[in-house]
């Protein structure tokens, strides 16, 4: 009888699922009853995300908003922050909708943002080069908002997100939608406190 051969070990990939173990690829692992390996894929769901920041002032109190679709599934969520920017609302909105996301998934994240877009898709890889910091002119300066801009990367490291642009305010369904919810969010000013 010959004796059970054990799984190779490959750069970056974890052992078998007896071990708690699967790759970063989704997939996994495991030796089946004879010992030879067996693979499983594990789906990967796709979302659309539509996201949208609002400033009652700039800076002032501000809220954001998302609608995440995925196959027949809606989910709408929004938030709000006493004292923010327009774009850190923008900001937050996306990183909010990735956040709900509970597995990584493949995104279309829509947006009416330029900020967010391309600073995502044009100026996120030279800030990392420059430690975080944006050029002006012959200078280096820190990158605004640059805490939401870490927690974004990230995020974006966990799911394969592509950032699309879309006017505002021109009749886009969902980008109107989140608007509303970004606009309800807003924290209303206290009358005690307006002296």
Not at 84 to 108: G, H, S, Y
Not at 155 to 167: I, N, P
Not at 188 to 194: V, Y
Request: with cysteine; aromatic share 6%; glycine share 12%.
């Amino acid at each position: 009888m010959l004796p059970k051969p054990s799984l190779p070990t490959t750069p970056g990939v974890a052992k078998g699922p007896q071990e708690g173990g699967r790759d970063q690829r989704g997939t996994g692992r495991a030796l089946d009853k004879r010992g030879s390996i067996r693979y499983t894929l594990h789906t990967v769901k796709k979302v659309v995300i539509y996201t949208d920041g609002a400033c009652s002032g700039n800076p002032g109190p501000g809220g954001w908003g998302a609608v995440l679709i995925s196959g027949t599934h809606r989910r709408e969520i929004s938030g709000g922050e006493r004292a923010t920017t327009n774009n850190r609302m923008e900001l937050t909105a996306a990183i909010e909708a990735l956040e709900a996301l509970k597995q990584p998934a493949i995104v279309d994240l829509f947006t009416d943002s330029t900020y967010l877009k391309r600073g995502m898709t044009e100026w996120l890889a030279a800030w990392k080069k420059n430690g975080w910091k944006r050029k002006s002119g012959r200078r280096l300066l820190p990158v605004k908002n640059e805490d939401l801009w870490h927690r974004l990367d990230r995020l974006v490291e966990r799911h394969r997100v592509t950032f699309h642009w879309v006017e505002g305010h021109a009749g886009h369904t969902e980008n109107e939608r989140c608007d509303r919810l970004a606009r309800q969010a807003v924290p209303k000013q206290d009358k005690a406190s307006d002296g």
